[in-house]
């Protein structure tokens, strides 16, 4: 009767845990599932468009213009002020992240920790609408005393309040990944005469770089598709310009200008929705790859 019981409960067991592993399984499967429906979505609206427009005038044309009477589809404008509020937003958030991520990891003391890091971390969780209306009313006035001609509408606000929003994702995974390197290693630094900076920023910060390679990466794709920001703060007119200070459209931002509109649904100009939206997901998977590459290569070197 025991041996009976037992077997009984092995075999509720075993079911138990196949009952898990198939409830683990269909989430796992559910996001490659929604992810992959994303893809086709994108891929099948963009057929349509392509078949239109020719893919060397959407990737290489310098005019954006699509709702105009004369439609262009030129998506570099489009692409160029992506790319020009992410890097004004890396270089912002660069310094910053890193050296709070420091100071986190190597000399705040586990109280001071506790209380700067969560507050750090409130800042993601603050909606980037919120952002958005204070690098329009706060930061543009702030910066348009020191740049006196500096439009309403521009790159360098939004860069740099996106630069303030991505903060925490920088310098929480940063400081996670400088906290995970051996004790061993700064103790031998220590031993050899070095100062805790000198081993901060020549022992630690190395044997950490995937883990901060990995939290720029994250930033950097959190910018990429930042919507709100650049909505309100850097204008909607597509401006093929290296200058900051000009204003200038983003790939979400043009996006959520024709998702507003009234647009026939199948017509050329809401298929290029798709298109830019195709555009901004291969340049957000190319950022992932590199983070890929940069997390393999650092975790070979040390």
């Given at each position: 009767?025991?041996?009976?019981?037992?077997?009984?409960?092995?075999?509720?067991?075993?079911?138990?845990?196949?009952?898990?592993?198939?409830?683990?399984?269909?989430?796992?499967?559910?996001?490659?599932?929604?992810?992959?429906?994303?893809?086709?979505?994108l891929v099948y609206e963009s057929l349509g468009f392509f078949t239109t427009v020719?893919?060397?005038?959407?990737?290489?044309?310098?005019?954006?213009?699509?709702?105009?009477?004369?439609?262009?589809?030129?998506?570099?404008?489009?692409?160029?002020?992506?790319?020009?509020s992410t890097a004004v937003a890396l270089l912002f958030v660069a310094p910053i992240g890193l050296v709070t991520a420091i100071y986190l990891s190597e000399f705040a003391s586990s109280r001071v920790r506790e209380v700067i890091k969560p507050i750090l971390e409130l800042l993601s969780g603050v909606p980037t609408v919120v952002y958005g209306f204070f690098a329009l009313l706060f930061m543009t006035p702030f910066l348009q005393t020191f740049v006196p001609d500096?439009?309403?509408?521009?790159?360098?606000?939004?860069?740099?309040?996106?630069?303030?929003?991505?903060i925490p994702y920088v310098a929480s995974l940063s400081e996670d990944a400088m906290r995970a390197v051996p004790n061993n290693l700064r103790d031998g630094s220590l031993a050899m005469g070095a100062t805790r900076l000198e081993t901060a920023f020549k022992v630690v910060l190395p044997a950490a770089t995937s883990g901060v390679a990995a939290a720029f990466i994250l930033g950097i794709s959190r910018a990429v598709g930042e919507t709100m920001i650049v909505a309100i703060a850097a204008g909607q007119q597509p401006n093929l310009t290296l200058d900051p200070r000009e204003p200038a459209a983003t790939i979400t931002a043009y996006i959520v200008q024709?998702?507003?509109?009234?647009?026939?649904?199948?017509?050329?100009?809401?298929?290029?929705?798709?298109?830019?939206g195709l555009m901004l997901l291969l340049l957000t998977l190319v950022f992932n790859i590199a983070g890929f590459w940069l997390r393999h290569k650092f975790r070979e070197v040390y």
């Open positions: 009767m025991a041996s009976a019981l037992t077997v009984g409960e092995r075999r509720r067991q075993r079911l138990r845990e196949h009952a898990i592993e198939a409830v683990l399984l269909v989430a796992a499967a559910s996001s490659v599932f929604v992810t992959l429906a994303i893809v086709a979505v020719p893919i060397t005038e959407f990737l290489f044309g310098t005019t954006w213009t699509p709702l105009f009477a004369n439609p262009q589809y030129g998506i570099l404008p489009l692409l160029g002020g992506t790319l020009l500096l439009p309403g509408f521009n790159i360098l606000s939004a860069g740099i309040v996106i630069g303030i929003m991505i024709v998702a507003l509109g009234d647009l026939p649904h199948g017509s050329l100009a809401y298929q290029t929705i798709f298109a830019a």
